[in-house]
């Protein structure tokens, strides 16, 4: 009883600030898809300037200590 | 899959927008996505979630997927040492940020997931934190899988989102970004109060 007590008030709570109902979000989270492939295949179109990229991060990544 | 009530499913849904907006820029698709989106309806005084959606719509509207991925990089991958760090452990402690890594590798261990070999990020960035909570979430809504939630989000999370959010929020070189961090406080701050209730 006690914990169902308490799951509807977090719910009630959830529900009273917009984040219960996912109406709003639902068909934004579908185009969430990672886009890893799209900003790697990019790189190459960028000119001359330094730009960091997907390359290049990994390289930063394996210097972090 | 286990039952999942429709605020868990919502839940899920958000935490799976964070992770795509903290993982990388967005594409022309998701900020279109985002901009034409529904408002999110608050009761009450409770409008700071609701507010925070309705700027980022805005703020998707009214930028485009280049400056929105270059001011990703400029804000969050930097050189030696970005602009802000997306990595939670940074904000977690002073040091032994390594220590909260073990921990939390161990913990994801035990929860069966593992980081994918072909990423290059450690596994307390917060795009996979977000993605972490997402799958807890999709595991159902039994008193058990919200208490792994809560634990997880308690350990993890809840002492970094705020100096994470923050930052973003006070870097001179953010415009959409401070909107993004804006929603993200403004949606851990209602997972930090309801996780509380349990």
Known sequence: MENS????????FLIAVGAGSGAAIAAVAAKTVPQKEASA???????????LSEHVRKYYRTTLV | MMELAPEDAARADF????ARLWHSGPDAALLGAIAGANEIVAEGGQAGLAEAWRE????????????????????????????????????LVETG???VLVALRDDLTELGLKRDQASFEPEDHFAALCEVMRHLIAAGSSDAALQRQKKFFTRYMHHAY?????????????????YVARFTKAF???????????
């Open chain 2, 162 to 178: 705020n100096p994470l959010t923050d930052q973003v929020m006070a870097s001179t070189k953010t415009s959409f970004y401070g």
């Open chain 2, 15 to 18: 935490y799976a927008l964070l």
């Open chain 2, 188 to 198: 851990c701050d209602t997972e930090a109060a309801s996780l509380d209730m349990l």
């Open chain 2, 56 to 91: 980022l719509k805005a703020a998707a509207a009214a930028t485009s997927a280049e400056s929105a991925r270059a001011e990703y990089e400029q804000l969050l991958v930097g050189a030696g040492k970005a602009a802000v760090t997306p990595y939670a452990s940074h904000y």
């Open chain 1, 5 to 12: 007590s308490k799951k509807s008030g977090r719910r009630n």
């Open chain 2, 97 to 99: 940020r390594e220590r």
């Open chain 1, 41 to 51: 295949a990019k790189k190459d179109e960028q000119g001359s300037g330094y730009q």
